[in-house]
């Protein structure tokens, strides 16, 4: 199916673990995005991925890790997880006229 | 730095009626695009309306419109004979040609039957 995928949907880990948050997009758009949605301040950017092989931090990039080597895949890693880092977290790429999200990841760090 | 401001957290409508959210942003650029998604609770984004900052009318797609207002940087969306289906989280995105799009903290719409 078309689209962008994220997985796992759900998550529960515990403080200390690396976790690793999947995306893939079957339309190879150049930019992908990762942001977090937490209460109070909307969906905020973490990394983004302007290419292949090409990453840069965005608004909240600490503890947080990614990579790139393909088009279509866009990891996000939690290098040692903390509570604030509960979150619901969407990946996104941009086409010419608007973002695609994924269905998100509902993460609970405990 | 660019930001996006949503003031109402919460708001209301009745079934049948109109309804206005709210959007302001903050910028200094001339070209750049606005942009409202929904988020109903199975929390997929939902791309609703866009603008194009160079373009006076107001974009318009069926029941959703909006006003915006370039030199008082207001982007508000108008949803008109409010439906079941349109009770969600919106949210308001500025993106100015970097692809990276900025967003508000939500607005919460209850639609009461």
């Known amino acids: 199916d078309a689209g962008i995928t994220q997985s796992p949907r759900y998550k529960i880990t515990e403080t200390g673990r690396q976790v690793t948050l999947m995306c893939h997009q079957t339309?190879?758009?150049?930019?992908m995005f990762w942001y977090r949605q937490d209460l109070g301040h909307g969906l905020r950017l973490i990394y983004y991925?302007?290419?292949?092989?090409?990453?840069d931090k965005g608004e909240v990039p600490d503890g947080y890790v990614v990579s790139r080597s393909k088009t279509e895949n866009f990891p996000l890693t939690l290098e040692s997880a903390t509570r604030s880092q509960t979150s619901v977290y969407f990946c996104?790429?941009?086409?010419?006229?608007?973002?695609?999200f994924g269905q998100g990841t509902r993460l609970t760090v405990v | 730095a660019q930001t996006v401001t949503q003031s109402q957290p919460e708001m209301s409508v009745q079934e049948a009626e109109t309804v206005t959210l709210s959007c302001t942003y903050d910028t200094s650029e001339s070209d750049y695009y606005l942009f409202w998604y929904k988020q109903p609770p199975s929390r997929q984004m939902i791309l609703v309306i866009r603008?194009?900052?160079?373009?006076?009318q107001n974009a318009t797609e069926n029941r959703f419109s909006v006003n915006f207002q370039k030199a008082a940087k207001s982007f508000s969306l108008k949803i008109s004979d409010s439906q079941l289906g349109d009770a969600a989280m919106y949210f308001c995105a500025y993106e100015q040609g970097t692809y990276k799009y900025i967003f508000g903290t939500g607005t919460r719409l209850k639609v009461l039957a």
């Open positions: 603008q194009e900052a160079y373009k006076q």
């Open positions: 339309w190879s758009h150049s930019y």
């Open positions: 991925s302007a290419a292949a092989d090409i990453t």
């Open positions: 996104a790429s941009t086409g010419w006229t608007e973002a695609f």
